[in-house]
């Protein structure tokens, strides 16, 4: 008689899972709490740490875009990993370093280990998230013909497994560094602030280093062809393939030398990405081809750009807890009692905390509730979800709009600092408001495009978030000019005085633009044919 199998993962998957743990705990560890180091150390204004912060943020969200599509054209994700995450090191290294040096280092050169983080992060989180995906498939060539059933039950059980605690690890490590290392960067030191992420990722790339005989490889044969022979004939791919009108991609693993069309594996998001979660195909176990007419990807984007461009001002608002939300809490009183400091961008751990407590009583409670009431399977269509988030986001900013307002009262007219406890409403909106929107869109652009073409839709997902953090960079360069005319300051509205600075009008402008996003938003949602069934 059989034993009843006990559902567990791998230690290649546990291993895994822990590194990206670690990783989130090291990034969050260094962005989340980025524009105080700018302002207070740095001693860069207001608007250019925020405007440094946005673009930095928006290259880091379309990096994985375009290492996702040359790891799966030309490398293996083992040797991406390795690769990239020593440069993420050595980005951490070099910021840590820079941060005990400040007083003999040039300003600008603060950027070059950022964006070397960048780089190395842009490629290490789209490959470690496929490559776990591929420790799922351990057991694979394993299976006999009396057993398809029961593993095919195993292999969804372990994935389900795999995706929560996934989620899990992921939430974790942010949260972590959201409030850990925000606490040590205010009160003990930012040397010791850096040192701390850069540590634990070296300690974490160690480990996934020496785990190399646990792990599952794709068995595939590399091109025999050099590196420039390969980027060269990849070329001449692309262009006999827009010759022929179709698009096409070299796969590294040429069965036969001949050309074969690209399989793309592609994470939607970071922490950010909420939809790993469920397990339901949108995420880590996309494997799609890119092999479509040109007319038809133009088609198929031209259908999608409206709704697109809409959703660039929620990009925007999803981009203030990094910025100005964390300066605001620089300007208000954060002590509990006489000693105990809150770190501004601690605050930033109240969002997280809201997506895991209603990501579960989403799917539980809201959606059965709402399936009675509208009769539709969901409870909701994907962009009512969608556009409820917009709504709570703009909730959000008004509120952020009225709390500023208040702040500046107190400090003009009665001389007191306002509590950073009156931030939490706003954090906490917007925590809400990642559930319904950023899980929406990440289903919204996954199934409104043909299977074969499931690359551009997340494409045009993840772009969402980095073409919105260069526009919140425009938009304070614009209104920095713009408001500085008259200013005897020349702060505007993002003065470096608490009293002068106008952060109050800011949120309500892009509460305004936000709302016109989100009429046009509605009346486009209203018209809109879906394609998924």
């Known amino acids: 008689m059989d034993r009843p199998r006990t559902t567990r993962l791998s230690k290649s998957c546990i291993l895994i899972i822990v590194v990206a743990s670690v990783e989130r705990f090291a990034y969050k560890g260094v962005s989340s709490n980025l524009v105080t180091y700018l302002t207070e150390v740095v001693q860069m204004s207001t608007s250019s740490a925020a405007r440094s912060v946005s673009t930095w943020s928006g290259v880091n969200f379309m990096l994985p875009l375009l290492s996702a599509v040359l790891t799966d054209s030309f490398w293996d994700r083992y040797s991406v990993i390795a690769a990239s995450s020593l440069l993420y090191v050595v980005g951490l290294i070099g910021l840590t370093s820079w941060a005990l040096l400040q007083a003999w ?3 600008s050169s603060l950027f070059l280990p950022l964006y070397l983080i960048s780089i190395g992060q842009g490629c290490y989180n789209p490959s470690l998230q ?9 057991d694979d060539d394993d299976d006999d013909d009396d057993s398809a059933y029961e593993s095919e039950e195993e292999k969804s059980k372990v994935k389900s497994l795999f995706f929560q605690w996934w989620y899990f690890g992921i939430c974790t490590g942010s949260l972590l560094g959201n409030s850990i290392m925000s606490y040590v960067q205010d009160t003990i030191g930012w040397g010791l602030g850096f040192a701390i992420p850069s540590g634990v990722m070296a300690l974490s790339v160690s480990s996934f280093l020496c785990g190399a005989r646990l792990y599952v490889y794709n068995k595939r044969k590399a091109h025999k062809s050099r590196p420039f022979e390969s980027v060269v004939r990849f070329i001449k791919d692309v262009a006999s393939s827009v010759i022929a009108r179709k698009v096409r991609l070299p796969f590294r693993d040429d069965n036969d030398d001949d050309e074969v069309a690209v399989e793309l594996e592609l994470q939607a998001k970071s922490l950010n990405d ?3 979660m469920k397990g339901d195909g949108i995420g880590i176990d996309s494997f799609i081809k890119l092999e479509e007419p040109l007319p038809s990807v133009a088609k198929t984007i031209a259908r999608l750009l409206p709704i697109w461009a809409m959703l660039l001002m929620f990009a925007v608002i999803f ?14 009183h954060h002590r509990i009692g006489t000693s105990f400091v809150v770190p501004p961008a601690m605050l930033q751990s109240t969002m ?4 895991i407590l209603l990501m579960p009583l989403y799917d539980k409670m809201l ?4 399936r009675v009431i509208t009769r539709e399977e969901k409870g909701i ?11 709570l986001s703009i909730v959000a900013m008004f509120i952020a709009t009225l709390v500023e307002s208040k702040r500046l009262y107190e400090c003009r007219e009665r001389g007191i600092d306002l509590t950073i406890f009156w931030l939490l409403p706003q954090y906490v909106l917007l925590g809400i408001s990642d559930v319904f929107t950023v899980v929406g869109m990440n289903e919204f652009f996954y199934s409104e495009v043909p299977n074969t073409m499931r690359t551009i839709g997340i494409a045009l997902y993840s772009s969402v978030f980095g073409f919105g953090s260069f526009l919140g960079a425009f938009l304070i360069d614009i209104l920095q000019v713009v408001t500085a005319v008259g200013d005897s300051n020349k702060g505007g509205w993002f003065s ?5 600075a106008r952060l109050d009008k800011y949120y309500l402008f892009l509460a305004i633009l936000s709302c016109i996003s989100f009429i046009v938003f509605t009346y486009l949602s209203r018209y809109y044919n879906s394609t998924s069934t």
């Open 105 to 107: 280092m040039p300003c």
């Open 130 to 138: 496929a490559f776990g995906a591929d420790q799922l498939q351990m």
């Open 274 to 276: 909420l939809s790993i």
């Open 319 to 332: 981009q203030q807890p990094l910025t100005f939300f964390t300066k605001q809490g620089m300007w208000m």
């Open 352 to 355: 997280t905390i809201s997506i």
């Open 367 to 370: 959606v059965p509730l709402l």
């Open 381 to 391: 269509t994907v962009l009512q979800r969608i556009g409820i988030g917009m709504f």
């Open 496 to 500: 470096d005085d608490p009293r002068e």
